[in-house]
């Protein structure tokens, strides 16, 4: 027997709306990359979400058209999440950080129809326009006073200009909750990029979740900094989520240093924040040094890589900010999984907090999760082994763009995520690894996110990577890389040291080498495919 509730669609134009009608006061502040802070409402903001879609559709935008955009977190960006799903165009955001070719693989792929770039990325594509095959239109996310004087793209438009004169009166179509509303392409950094293609009911219920009680308990008295991109993963859902909820938003267009970030976060009262461990090393650098605390921050969401517990340690006791540790991918909307305490565990003694916080949290309501071994059976939840991780849920890829990287996804519904974890009989997920980057030691597994956060917590220790090398006997061993903070002289002996009670004996590294800077790819994430390379002919001592 069906229910006989009403089937009305899940829609990301209902987002904006709902936000222009209810929160029409609430503000979205961007530092522009022209330079001055930009600031105006979510009434404002719907109003030119309405006047693009009216452009893109005389530029002969059509549904299911894929728009792409290489910008920074400004409103003119979050104009056109909400103008090109909801017209029922498709929002491909691309990532400036990638290298050339990839950035043409991609828009080559997607067959993206017009193309938005922020001023200061322009350089990029016009080193590439020449391969863009399908790109019709070039738009300069600026007005027409900041338009460059000359470019090598002939007949490059103007966003202001395109908003310009019209009426702001779009009605968003009834299109099916099925359908496609934006795409993200995987990093690349196991492969070919990969098309993740977002439906509207997906992105929807993502945001249902994101802005629950439980997950980030989102509310209009909430100030939110996403320096999460909205070219990596959607923002994590942080766009859509504050403005179903009403919530203040503030993004810090492309100023990502800890200055930078430090004084939009105090003027706009910033109370929750979002972002990869990279981006945190340098705004605790920048406090430590200007003698400043983040007065007004209350949690910050760290994810994208391990979160090392010697962060969360100094966000608690030099600020009194609460890390949030999520764990997510791409095909993910991203989040699966994030730091939520059971009842009664906010009373646990803060050591045991930061244990819980340093894992990668508990699933959120939505994601299903399984450990597997290599041969497809199923393993104990209890946190005694290691296997595949496999999700699965409504905001989960069911297959990537164009049919590829079929093997990821199982008969049963299941994903692979690539990741290695144990799942802990309290429910927590403890991810040990990215299957590639998995040390095998003797036919056991060492885990490179555990040795690489315990070196962490070393006192002059700034960052610290670690890769398997061959080895005769073992197999591979532990190549431990060490960045060490300005002026500190730490040797590998008290890192060593260090290390002695906090991994079994066998996993401490064979060897320590330190370097100078350790590699970051497109999303933040140590590269460790160039540690790989940089390290290929080295020997490890005794081999
Ligand atoms: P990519 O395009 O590189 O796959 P994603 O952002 O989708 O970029 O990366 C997802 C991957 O990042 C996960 O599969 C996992 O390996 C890693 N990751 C994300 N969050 C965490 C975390 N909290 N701890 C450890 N690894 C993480």
Not at 305 to 320: D, K, T
Request: proline fraction near 6%; glycine fraction near 10%.
């Amino acid at each position: 027997m069906l229910g006989l509730m009403q089937d009305r669609p899940l829609l990301i134009s209902q987002i904006i709306d709902y936000a222009a009608e209810f929160h029409p006061d609430v503000e979205v502040v961007s530092r522009s990359v022209e330079g001055p802070i930009h600031r105006y409402t979510y009434r404002q903001a719907q109003l030119r979400a309405k006047q693009l879609a009216e452009a893109l559709a005389d530029l002969g935008i059509r549904q299911g058209d894929r728009i792409a955009t290489i910008a920074w977190n400004g409103y003119r960006h979050f104009e056109l999440y909400f103008a090109v799903s909801g017209m029922g165009a498709v929002l491909h955001t691309l990532n400036p950080r990638l290298a050339p070719d990839h950035i043409v693989f991609i828009a080559e792929h997607a067959e993206d129809q017009v193309l938005f770039v922020d001023l200061n990325l322009l350089p990029i594509v016009e080193a590439v326009r020449p391969h863009l095959k399908t790109v019709r239109h070039v738009v300069v996310m600026t007005d027409r006073a900041h338009m460059p004087a000359a470019s090598k793209i002939e007949g490059l438009l103007c966003y202001e200009e395109l908003l310009a004169g019209q009426p702001g009166t779009f009605v968003w179509p009834e299109v099916d909750e099925r359908s496609a509303a934006s795409l993200c392409y995987t990093s690349g950094t196991t492969g070919n990029p990969k098309g993740v293609l977002y439906s509207h009911r997906s992105t929807l219920l993502h945001t249902l979740m994101m802005i629950s009680g439980p997950v980030l308990g989102l509310t209009p008295d909430n100030t939110i900094l996403p320096v999460v991109p909205m070219f990596h993963a959607n923002a994590w859902g942080i766009i859509y989520a504050s403005a179903m909820s009403g919530t203040k938003l503030v993004l810090p267009g492309p100023k990502l240093d800890g200055q930078s970030l430090y004084e939009l976060m105090d003027a706009e009262a910033v109370d929750l924040s979002a972002g990869v461990p990279t981006v945190w090393l340098e705004l605790l650098r920048y406090c430590d040094t200007a003698g400043k605390t983040l007065g007004k921050m209350k949690r910050t969401l760290i994810g994208g890589s391990a979160v090392p517990r010697a962060m969360i340690e100094r966000f608690w006791h030099e600020h009194q900010v609460e890390v949030v540790h999520g764990w997510g991918m791409t095909e993910l909307s991203p989040v699966g999984s994030l730091t939520w305490f059971r009842r009664g565990e906010r009373d646990l003694p803060e050591e045991k907090r930061f244990d819980l916080t340093a894992w990668q949290g508990r699933p959120v309501f939505g994601v299903e999760m399984k450990i597997v071994d290599d041969a497809g059976r199923d393993l104990p939840k209890d946190g005694s082994v290691a296997g595949n991780l496999l999700v699965r849920g409504p905001w989960v890829a069911g297959g990537y763009m164009k049919g590829e990287g079929q093997s990821s996804f199982t008969a049963g519904g299941w994903f692979h995520t690539g990741d290695v974890a144990k799942l802990e009989s309290d429910g927590s997920l403890v991810i040990t690894d990215r299957s590639k980057d998995v040390i095998k030691s003797g036919g056991e597994w060492i885990s490179s996110i555990d040795l690489e956060n315990a070196a962490m917590g070393c006192p002059g220790v700034a960052e610290a990577a670690v890769i398997g090398l061959p080895h005769p006997k073992w197999d591979e061993r532990p190549l431990l890389i060490v960045m060490r903070k300005p002026g500190a002289e730490v040797t590998p002996a008290q890192i060593l040291e260090h290390l002695q009670d906090k991994v079994a004996k066998w996993w401490l590294p064979d060897e320590i080498a330190f370097v100078d800077a350790i590699p970051h790819g497109a999303t933040g994430k140590i590269l460790k495919t160039k540690l790989r390379e940089q390290f290929h002919d080295h020997k490890l001592p005794g081999t």
